[in-house]
Each structure stands twice: as structure tokens, then as C-alpha cells.
């Protein structure tokens, strides 16, 4: 009894329990045993409190998007995509910034 008791408790904070108040499927994707290795171009969007508008824009100049985790589903959507117009027009930018040194 005691081995399933271990077992059950070890399986704990991968169940999620998602009930009108709370929705824990955001930290789901941090339950990862041992070291975890990327690089800069794996990051799809960054977490960020709402009020946090000073990392948002860092985000935002290194094509990052950031989003809140209390937002809705459509506001995400929204900022997403938002966002990804503005990486798109600041690596244009950067582009032709930097095609015009070369020249």
C-alpha cells in the first residue's frame, strides 16, 4: 500500500485540475524533471504579469511575444497576433537597415 501511496504522490503535479476559478494548464508546461535546454529561437512567447510593460517591449524588440497568463483566450489570440505583426515590421526594418550598410 505504501509503494501506490508513493506512486500516487508522485504523479500529483502532473494531474491538472481546472475548475471556473482557476485554470492550472499554464503550469503544466513546467512540470519537467531535470535540466531543460533550448535555444532563443525555441521561445514561442514569454509569460509576463499584465502590468509588466518594460519586459513586454524587450520581448517584443527581440521577437518574443509576451502574454499575460489571466487573459482571456481571445485577448492571447489577439496579442499574438498583434505582436507578430510588429516582429514582422521590425525585422523588416532591421533588414533593410542593415542592407543599406552593406551598400
Avoid at 50 to 56: H, L, P, Q, T, V
Avoid at 95 to 101: G, L, M, V, Y
Wanted: aromatic share 12%.
Amino acid at each position: 500500500m505504501e509503494g501506490q501511496q508513493e506512486m500516487a504522490w508522485r504523479l500529483f503535479p502532473f494531474l491538472n485540475a481546472m475548475h471556473e476559478k482557476y485554470d492550472f494548464s499554464w503550469e503544466r508546461e513546467w512540470r519537467v524533471l531535470g535540466n531543460l535546454s533550448f535555444t532563443a529561437g525555441d521561445i514561442v512567447c514569454v509569460i509576463l504579469p499584465e502590468n509588466d510593460e518594460k519586459f513586454r517591449m524587450a520581448a517584443t524588440e527581440f521577437g518574443v511575444p509576451a502574454i499575460a497568463p489571466g487573459w482571456s483566450y481571445e485577448k492571447i489570440i489577439m496579442e499574438l497576433s498583434k505582436q507578430q505583426k510588429r516582429t514582422k515590421m521590425l525585422v523588416t526594418d532591421q533588414t533593410q537597415s542593415s542592407e543599406k550598410k552593406q551598400k
